[in-house]
């Protein structure tokens, strides 16, 4: 059992806690009466290392940029550009959501995406580059940039290449 990496024990937690309590009850003397409190405390270690760390939508507003996307409301503004050193963005906002792409933001937030379809956004699938996901609503094509702890929605402009 590797304690500190808990998710790479393949034991059930039960036999992970009769293993400790053999343990310690082999050891006799004074680490018998520290049976209980050690015993909490490693079940403790083991739950809050398997505990993720997830991201919450409470519902959702418009963007400032685009009134057509939604935004999670309790997603933090951080930034407006207006003036990219892509040539292709014609403007971007910022957003900060804790754990909105999962570990190193790795992973696309399901729920969020669902909402944009809802919407009427379409993924333009051939088009992702890894943390890049771009989308097209009428003639409007945004591309939603997926980070750990942010995400960035950029209007494209009408004449960019995707």
Known sequence: MNLHNPQDCNLPLTHCVYLIDDFLEERGGYLKNLRIPVIMLTLLLITSGCASATYEI?????????????????????????????????ISETYEL????GEQ???TPAD???????????ELEENRMGHVHFLKKNDTVVA???????????????DAPL
């Open 144 to 158: 939603i940039e997926i980070r750990e702890d942010t995400f960035e929605i950029h209007e494209m402009k009408k």
């Open 105 to 107: 933001g790795l992973y």
């Open 58 to 90: 409470t519902g959702y507003t418009s963007s400032s940029i685009i009134a057509d996307i939604p935004v999670p409301t309790n997603a933090k503004p951080l930034k407006v550009t207006t003036d990219s050193a892509n040539p292709n963005i014609k």
């Open 112 to 122: 969020y995406f669902q909402k944009l379809h809802d919407e009427g956004w379409v």
């Open 98 to 101: 804790k754990h909105i792409g």
